[in-house]
């Protein structure tokens, strides 16, 4: 909590996702089956993280505590993505880990920028900044929706998509101690609810309000160095939530073997033309080979008339009778000689 504004920014934007690239790395792929062994418990750890991160955040009083914890709750989201073992879960995981980056480190990157100007992070000592700072204001509701998933934003394609994985699990692993397994994406879906409200107060009790404190109406506005800090998160956020097409096909080949790597007993085989990965079940070929490939019909013999008529293969197995061989000088027929073993 007490780290400077740089060393928060790489803890949020860096070195958090350590933890879950190992999860990605190492732990799914050695460990599949202890994976959906314990799969309710992990789960649990990861609606715990949620819905824990997201009430402690609400009641601080500490404007960067509070980021803090909501920086915990959102990475719930990133391993309750990856913990759903199928494609939509794991992308948005490994979306939402790069959206947390950014969100949570220009959150981050406010929180100092606001210190240096009035040395103290306690929600309370400000109220009304929007009237005196409106780049800031302006800046820090872009990252505050981002953060809280507001369509048009990175933040909602990657929740979006992790939800959507939560909500397509069918095997028995997931069950929600021998409930459906769809209660998850309901807690999972609550922590987005809980995200809205204490990042919409906390914008309200600073932004909005009365400017009645005296060192609150001699702030500056951010300046172009600061601005210029800020504004690639700002493009960032606004790319992956309108185009975030070329991050999943950056995506698309790695997770797919993973999935088939971790998932033999949980998705069955079948063929991914889309991907031109195709799985061949036993005497089957898979139907995006069929048009490369054509079948073999019976020759055919077309008459003069134009009629195509169908043979079958034993008609055509039978040779046609050679031509009997005759001598030319005695007019006989030709006898081959005998064989005789040496």
Known sequence: ????????????????????????????PMMPDATLRYMPWLLSLCVIGIIYGAMVAMVQKDWKKLVAYSSVSHLGFCMIGIFALNWQGIQGGILQMLNHGLSTGGLFLIVGLIY???????????????????????CFMIIMLSSIGLPILNGFIGEFT???????????????????????????????????AYMLWLYQRTMFGKLDKAENQKLTDL?????????????????????????????????????????????????????????????????????????????????????????????????????ERTSPATGKRATEPERTSH
């Open 1 to 28: 909590m007490e780290a400077p504004t740089a060393g928060s920014v790489i803890l949020a934007a860096v070195l958090l996702k350590m933890g879950t690239y190992g999860f990605l790395r190492f732990s799914l």
């Open 116 to 138: 240096e100007r009035r040395h103290t992070r306690m929600l309370s000592e400000f109220g009304g900044l929007s009237k005196v700072m409106p780049i800031f204001a302006t």
């Open 162 to 196: 992790i939800l959507s994985g939560i909500f397509q699990v069918k095997d028995p692993a997931f069950t929600f101690f021998g409930a459906s397994p769809k209660w998850w994406a309901v807690l999972t879906a609550s922590g987005i609810v809980l995200g809205a």
């Open 223 to 323: 300046n172009f160095r600061e601005v210029a800090t800020l504004f690639p998160l700002l493009v960032l956020c606004f790319w992956i939530g309108l185009y975030p097409k070329p991050m999943f096909q950056v995506m698309e080949k790695p997770v797919d073997k993973l999935v088939r790597q971790i998932g033999k007993t949980y998705y069955p085989a079948e063929p991914v033309a889309r991907l031109g990965v195709p799985c061949i079940p036993a005497g089957a070929i898979p139907a995006c080979n069929r048009a490369a490939r054509p079948e073999r019909t019976s020759p055919a013999t077309v008459h003069s008339a134009g009629e195509v008529s169908g043979r079958t293969g034993a008609d055509f197995d039978r040779r046609a009778p050679e031509p």
